[in-house]
């Protein structure tokens, strides 16, 4: 079955930057669209940034500018650079492609002002 693995995040301070990965296996990795969103405490999963099969990305208004969504068809992997973190993108990142049952653990990402 489909799985999303993501690795990458950490504790940094507001202005910094981290760089999150999406490991994804069990599926053909260059005909999915993929997207990174993030759940923070007590609110609602959303959608940051989304990459097609084509390498067109999509980004919330929360994010553009600051965020940079990249994909590498041969390693099955989409990379999202993260600029200019905030104490409010502390969060709970994840990766998929419209599997609702294939979500990983997530990486932490948390910013301190």
């Known amino acids: 079955q489909v799985k999303f693995v993501e690795s990458g995040g950490g504790s940094v301070q507001s202005g910094g930057s981290l760089r999150l990965s999406c490991l994804a296996s069990?599926?053909?990795?260059?005909?999915?669209?993929v997207g990174w969103y993030r759940q923070a405490p007590g609110k609602q999963r959303e959608l940051l940034a989304e990459?097609?099969?084509?390498?067109?990305?999509n980004y919330a208004d929360s994010v553009k500018g600051r965020f940079t969504i990249s994909r590498d068809n041969a390693k099955n992997t989409v990379t999202l650079q993260m600029n200019n973190l905030k104490p409010e993108d502390t969060a709970l990142y994840y990766c998929n492609a419209g599997f609702p049952s294939a979500w990983g653990q997530g990486t932490q990402v948390t910013v301190s002002s």
């Open positions: 990459i097609s099969t084509g390498g067109r990305p």
């Open positions: 069990g599926a053909i990795f260059s005909m999915l669209n």
